[in-house]
């Protein structure tokens, strides 16, 4: 979704809490050929949400080269879990290749269940990698890169697809049909909530 529509929906009473992400690229040559590195902003409750939860440090302040990370990325870069080293990666943004140094502001030990590892970096430096990537304000070709992405957490539940449907529909837009026009939204609900129990 665009800025505009994150800050009209993220206000809708059936929204409890939201998180908010924002993906900026992904490294693909060594070290991380064989690893999901993910570099991108996301809010304290959807860093909360994602298992980013610093043990050392904290998330990256903004207006600074900050950015914190798990213990298996630091490890195939080479670099200590140490608050104030600093570390190099090279990384697509919707296919310009970036090379940004960060200083570690915190970091979380590797869980390997996890499917992602991520380098969270502050909404300022997201939007400065975008400039210049040629993106600015906009979304990327690939339609993830520089999307605002919200994560909610509704009263209940029960009926998820149906309330996430209510609250575009009160803010006219929809998810049935993305070429109606300027109005789709995607969406989708958690594996963890979408499955059957039978008694």
């Known amino acids: 979704m665009t800025r505009e529509q994150f800050d009209e929906i993220k206000t809708d009473p059936f929204i409890k809490q939201y998180g908010l992400r924002r993906f900026v690229g992904m490294p693909a040559g060594a070290p991380f050929r064989k690893s999901h590195v993910e570099i991108g902003y996301s809010d304290a409750n959807q860093a909360h949400w994602m298992y980013c939860d610093p043990v050392e440090g904290r998330l990256p302040a903004e ?62 430096r997201a939007q400065a990698i975008y400039d210049k990537a040629g993106i600015g304000g906009g979304i990327g070709n690939d339609g993830m890169t520089g999307s605002w992405n919200m994560d909610v957490m509704l009263g209940s539940s029960l009926h998820i697809k149906q309330d996430l449907n209510k609250i575009l529909a009160n803010h006219g837009y929809q998810t049935e049909n993305r070429s109606a026009g300027n109005n789709y939204i995607s969406t989708g609900v958690n594996w963890g909530y979408s499955g059957s129990q039978l008694a």
């Open 63 to 124: 207006g600074t080269n900050e950015a914190a990370t798990d213990t298996r990325v630091l490890e195939l870069l080479g670099v200590e879990p140490v608050l104030g080293n600093q570390f190099t990666m090279t990384f697509d943004v919707d296919g310009t290749e970036v090379t940004e140094t960060f200083t570690l502001s915190g970091w979380w030990e590797y869980d390997e269940a996890i499917v992602a590892n991520h380098v969270l970096i502050p909404h300022s």
